[in-house]
């Protein structure tokens, strides 16, 4: 995730793993009272300007 994302990957067909994947981790969200709704709400965001329902972005490095 990055706020200067130049690069989306749609992940809708992997994100209940990810939700998994955090969960598992309990101090990344400890109590949090919603996470699924938190990492969805970031997905959403991040898919909609490329018309994608869940998305992750990145930042590409390019080697110098």
Request: without cysteine; proline residues 6%.
């Amino acid at each position: 995730m990055s706020d200067h994302a130049d690069h989306v990957v749609d992940i809708a067909s992997t994100f209940a793993r990810k939700v998994q994947a955090v969960r598992a981790h309990d101090t990344q969200f400890g109590n949090h009272p919603d996470v699924e709704g938190f990492l969805r709400g970031l997905a959403v965001g991040a898919g909609a300007p490329f018309n994608m329902p869940l998305a992750e972005g990145f930042k590409r490095l390019t080697p110098s």
